[in-house]
């Protein structure tokens, strides 16, 4: 993007800044400066009016030229064809260095010249014309014997705006960035123009509309077409190439304005939709938003059509239809401007034609945005505590409106123009740009981890790892579906689903009911095993059961059968059958540590069931399974394991300090009715409290006939080294509680 400061000082205040400024400001705010030169017209090189043009005497192709420069005029023969009386021109003076020749007296032909009539690149501008340039008021009131440099010189930027921006591809949005990063007012444009009394519609009809996607506004003008020097200079400035006349006025406005203008000759034209893409049709097509191949002849009546069409459908329809694309396209797919009026106006305003009366409007409503931004949010996304009032002003600098506004939130409408504002992260960015990243004080970066676990989150990975230490101790993972048969929930005394929360629909009768229970089917998984001759079966499988109410709960179950190992050196080199212990064990290496209890389970052996209590709660059971029930299912002595997962929580692992003095180690042999339960004799120890005492657990039992020996080991640990007596008083606590219960030393 092309942008000149004269050019930017029709539509923003400039006064008292330097371009250099302008251009810091520009690369501070995102705008890139990619390139920048400066136009200065040679001195002595003024403006000048030719009073009177003849042929040269003694030269067909030279003219003899009397120019008046203000303070004199000046004999100056002219080689151009274009020259001619009542022009202004650009005159080099008796000692005006050019850039490619210094201006003397010269004699040609025998005539005297005291000067040149210059074309524009013999003062260094750009060659858009041929012949001598001819000067008009476009660039301001011409003064003879005035400066040249005061009209032309100038000073050009070239800008690497990036593709999301379109808002930027014109100076007049180049001047809106501006506006905020030097915190300078926008002027307010006046257009003027002759309206006729004749209405457009007496001239345009529209046959057809079938438009569904893009906004038009249409207007129509007549008279001969006239370019004054003010846009050809600056089109050639700005490296634009034009057709014709019309398309000069056209590639000017949609430069300064960013409106997408289409110029055709007036007709009956047709409005319609091919493929998803609004197409104009008159004498031609043009393709809103893509292509132009609309053919337009000078023949002094226009129709011109102000357009907009959504960056993301037309970059969409262009993909789906792999349609042909032209500079139309360039601007619209990242977004032109959608301020119709202001496009056509500015347009209107430069061609100073006559315009007939009235429009022809299709524009759709284009609401703006809204969003919601936390303004403490927005402050630890940029890292620093910029004020709500700065916050604000930034944003109205830069069009935002605000729509309502608290201490902790603003409601934004985003500007129809910003295609590219989508999220608080986007407008954050709008305002560290214009606040200044380099306002921003400097301190060390940090990297601060955020818990992005949630509880769902933790429950899979705690499951995940009860599973890898499952399989870890020898089982495989069982798969099934959730359904059961409920006569055989019933015969084996499991809870069933009431008949009216029961499936409607089942898949098959086997399967007409929610299970209850994970170990039938894990009872099915062994038999088909041991029919394959598989000797060791270690299972375990983890899913939902449901109650009467059909509530449901996570379950986790085992089963073990056949061989506890594969060779025993004390069995002669054979395996051992797997036994209670076997289970208690491997149950223990995946759940860690857990108390157990009497229990009863209505598919579980009379005298091996115990129910399992881990941190003082009962979280399931774990049991030898009934004969009657191995036999029904033909599987040889099984036992499993049900847990409800629900209640076993991973627990977060806290460091404690390691005491760093040695345990001592004591036992008790006891002699106990054989009617006592050994938890009695643990709670009348637990309930002691002693702080030294850190574990006891039997290691023995013996038949002394009427009673039992019991033998208790304890592990004792203090905060320093314990001495004999110490130890001594702590067992003695210990015996004088059990013997108040009866229990004594053997």
């Given at each position: 993007?092309?942008?000149?400061?004269?050019?930017?000082?029709?539509?923003?205040?400039?006064?008292?800044?330097?371009?250099?400024?302008?251009?810091?400001?520009?690369?501070?705010?995102?705008?890139?400066?990619?390139?920048?030169?400066?136009?200065?017209?040679?001195?002595?090189?003024?403006?000048?009016?030719?009073?009177?043009?003849?042929?040269?005497?003694?030269?067909?192709?030279?003219?003899?030229?009397?120019?008046?420069?203000?303070?004199?005029?000046?004999?100056?023969?002219?080689?151009?064809?274009?020259?001619?009386?009542?022009?202004?021109?650009?005159?080099?003076?008796?000692?005006?260095?050019?850039?490619?020749l210094k201006i003397k007296k010269a004699?040609?032909?025998?005539?005297?010249?005291?000067?040149?009539?210059?074309?524009?690149?013999?003062?260094?501008?750009?060659?858009?014309?041929?012949?001598?340039?001819?000067?008009?008021?476009?660039?301001?009131?011409?003064?003879?014997?005035?400066?040249?440099?005061?009209?032309?010189?100038?000073?050009?930027?070239?800008?690497?705006?990036?593709?999301?921006?379109?808002?930027?591809?014109?100076?007049?949005?180049?001047?809106?960035?501006?506006?905020?990063?030097?915190?300078?007012?926008?002027?307010?444009?006046?257009?003027?123009?002759?309206?006729?009394?004749?209405?457009?519609?007496?001239?345009?009809?529209?046959?057809?509309?079938?438009?569904?996607?893009?906004?038009?506004?249409?207007?129509?003008?007549?008279?001969?077409?006239?370019?004054?020097?003010?846009?050809?200079?600056?089109?050639?400035?700005?490296?634009?190439?034009?057709?014709?006349?019309?398309?000069?006025?056209?590639?000017?406005?949609?430069?300064?304005?960013?409106?997408?203008?289409?110029?055709?000759?007036?007709?009956?034209?047709?409005?319609?939709?091919?493929?998803?893409?609004?197409?104009?049709?008159?004498?031609?097509?043009?393709?809103?938003?893509?292509?132009?191949?609309?053919?337009?002849?000078?023949?002094?009546?226009?129709?011109?059509?102000?357009?907009?069409?959504?960056?993301?459908?037309?970059?969409?329809?262009?993909?789906?239809?792999?349609?042909?694309?032209?500079?139309?396209?360039?601007?619209?797919?990242?977004?032109?401007?959608?301020?119709?009026?202001?496009?056509?106006?500015?347009?209107?305003?430069?061609?100073?034609?006559?315009?007939?009366?009235?429009?022809?409007?299709?524009?759709?409503?284009?609401?703006?945005?809204?969003?919601?931004?936390?303004?403490?949010?927005?402050?630890?996304?940029?890292?620093?505590?910029?004020?709500?009032?700065?916050?604000?002003e930034i944003l109205k600098k830069l069009?935002?409106?605000?729509?309502?506004?608290?201490?902790?939130?603003?409601?934004?409408?985003?500007?129809?123009?910003?295609?590219?504002?989508?999220?608080?992260?986007?407008?954050?960015?709008?305002?560290?740009?214009?606040?200044?990243?380099?306002?921003?004080?400097?301190?060390?970066?940090?990297?601060?981890?955020?818990?992005?676990?949630?509880?769902?989150?933790?429950?899979?990975?705690?499951?995940?790892?009860?599973?890898?230490?499952?399989?870890?101790?020898?089982?495989?993972?069982?798969?099934?579906?959730?359904?059961?048969?409920?006569?055989?929930?019933?015969?084996?005394?499991?809870?069933?689903?009431?008949?009216?929360?029961?499936?409607?629909?089942?898949?098959?009768?086997?399967?007409?009911?929610?299970?209850?229970?994970?170990?039938?089917?894990?009872?099915?998984?062994?038999?088909?095993?041991?029919?394959?001759?598989?000797?060791?079966?270690?299972?375990?499988?983890?899913?939902?059961?449901?109650?009467?109410?059909?509530?449901?709960?996570?379950?986790?179950?085992?089963?073990?059968?056949?061989?506890?190992?594969?060779?025993?050196?004390?069995?002669?080199?054979?395996?051992?059958?797997?036994?209670?212990?076997?289970?208690?064990?491997?149950?223990?290496?995946?759940?860690?540590?857990?108390?157990?209890?009497?229990?009863?389970?209505?598919?579980?052996?009379?005298?091996?069931?115990?129910?399992?209590?881990?941190?003082?709660?009962?979280?399931?059971?774990?049991?030898?399974?009934?004969?009657?029930?191995?036999?029904?299912?033909?599987?040889?002595?099984?036992?499993?394991?049900?847990?409800?997962?629900?209640?076993?929580?991973?627990?977060?692992?806290?460091?404690?300090?390691?005491?760093?003095?040695?345990?001592?180690?004591?036992?008790?042999?006891?002699?106990?009715?054989?009617?006592?339960?050994?938890?009695?004799?643990?709670?009348?120890?637990?309930?002691?409290?002693?702080?030294?005492?850190?574990?006891?657990?039997?290691?023995?039992?013996?038949?002394?006939?009427?009673?039992?020996?019991?033998t208790v080991r304890f592990k004792l640990?203090?905060?320093?080294?314990?001495?004999?007596?110490?130890?001594?008083?702590?067992?003695?606590?210990?015996?004088?509680?059990?013997?108040?219960?009866?229990?004594?030393?053997?």
């Open positions: 993007m092309i942008v000149t400061r004269k050019w930017l000082e029709e539509f923003i205040n400039l006064d008292g800044i330097s371009t250099e400024e302008i251009i810091l400001t520009l690369n501070r705010i995102g705008q890139e400066v990619e390139g920048y030169r400066k136009i200065e017209i040679p001195q002595n090189v003024v403006v000048g009016e030719v009073i009177e043009c003849e042929k040269h005497p003694n030269a067909d192709k030279l003219n003899l030229c009397k120019v008046n420069v203000g303070d004199e005029e000046l004999q100056i023969i002219c080689g151009a064809k274009n020259v001619a009386a009542g022009q202004k021109v650009a005159v080099a003076k008796i000692g005006a260095i050019l850039p490619e004699k040609l032909r025998g005539v005297e010249s005291f000067g040149m009539i210059c074309a524009a690149r013999e003062i260094g501008l750009p060659d858009f014309h041929e012949g001598i340039m001819v000067l008009d008021d476009s660039l301001g009131e011409l003064k003879i014997g005035e400066y040249v440099g005061k009209y032309l010189n100038d000073e050009i930027i070239e800008l690497g705006v990036t593709a999301n921006r379109g808002d930027c591809f014109s100076i007049y949005g180049i001047a809106r960035e501006l506006r905020a990063g030097l915190n300078r007012p926008l002027k307010s444009v006046e257009f003027k123009y002759e309206e006729m009394q004749e209405g457009i519609g007496r001239i345009v009809n529209i046959d057809k509309n079938e438009l569904k996607k893009s906004s038009h506004l249409l207007k129509a003008v007549e008279g001969e077409i006239n370019i004054p020097l003010k846009v050809e200079y600056r089109l050639a400035l700005v490296d634009e190439e034009s057709k014709n006349k019309i398309d000069k006025f056209i590639k000017y406005a949609m430069h300064a304005t960013g409106v997408l203008l289409t110029p055709m000759n007036i007709c009956n034209i047709e409005l319609d939709n091919e493929n998803g893409a609004d197409v104009i049709k008159c004498f031609g097509k043009y393709y809103v938003g893509i292509k132009n191949d609309i053919n337009v002849e000078e023949n002094g009546k226009y129709l011109i059509d102000a357009n907009y069409i959504d960056p993301k459908y037309v970059n969409e329809i262009v993909f789906l239809n792999a349609l042909k694309t032209d500079e139309y396209f360039f601007r619209a797919s990242r977004g032109s401007e959608p301020d119709l009026n202001f496009g056509m106006n500015y347009l209107l305003n430069e061609m100073r034609l006559p315009v007939y009366s009235g429009d022809i409007d299709l524009s759709n409503d284009i609401k703006p945005k809204i969003i919601n931004i936390n303004i403490n949010e927005v402050k630890e996304i940029i890292g620093y505590d910029i004020d709500e009032k700065s916050i604000v069009g935002f409106e605000i729509k309502s506004i608290t201490e902790e939130s603003l409601k934004v409408a985003i500007p129809v123009f910003r295609h590219d504002i989508e999220n608080i992260q986007d407008i954050t960015e709008e305002i560290l740009r214009i606040y200044g990243i380099d306002n921003i004080p400097n301190k060390p970066l940090i990297f601060e981890e955020k818990n992005r676990i949630n509880d769902v989150i933790e429950k899979i990975e705690f499951l995940n790892e009860l599973k890898l230490r499952a399989v870890s101790n020898g089982f495989y993972e069982v798969i099934h579906f959730i359904f059961e048969d409920k006569e055989r929930l019933k015969k084996y005394g499991f809870e069933t689903i009431d008949d009216n929360l029961d499936l409607v629909n089942p898949i098959i009768k086997e399967l007409d009911t929610l299970r209850t229970t994970l170990l039938l089917q894990l009872f099915d998984d062994i038999r088909y095993n041991r029919a394959n001759d598989y000797k060791r079966v270690y299972l375990f499988t983890a899913g939902s059961v449901y109650n009467a109410k059909r509530e449901e709960k996570a379950q986790f179950a085992f089963v073990l059968n056949g061989f506890a190992d594969y060779e025993n050196p004390a069995n002669h080199g054979k395996p051992s059958k797997v036994q209670f212990k076997d289970a208690v064990d491997k149950l223990s290496q995946i759940i860690g540590d857990f108390t157990l209890i009497e229990g009863k389970h209505p598919i579980a052996h009379p005298y091996q069931c115990a129910e399992i209590i881990k941190d003082g709660e009962k979280i399931g059971i774990i049991a030898k399974l009934h004969p009657k029930v191995a036999k029904d299912f033909d599987i040889e002595d099984t036992y499993f394991a049900e847990i409800n997962l629900e209640k076993l929580n991973k627990k977060t692992k806290l460091a404690k300090e390691i005491n760093k003095f040695q345990k001592v180690t004591r036992d008790l042999s006891l002699v106990i009715d054989k009617d006592i339960p050994y938890k009695e004799i643990y709670n009348i120890i637990s309930n002691l409290n002693i702080e030294e005492l850190k574990d006891f657990y039997p290691i023995d039992i013996f038949d002394l006939g009427e009673k039992n020996s019991l640990q203090g905060q320093k080294t314990l001495q004999e007596n110490e130890i001594n008083d702590i067992m003695e606590k210990i015996l004088k509680a059990l013997e108040e219960k009866g229990i004594r030393l053997r």
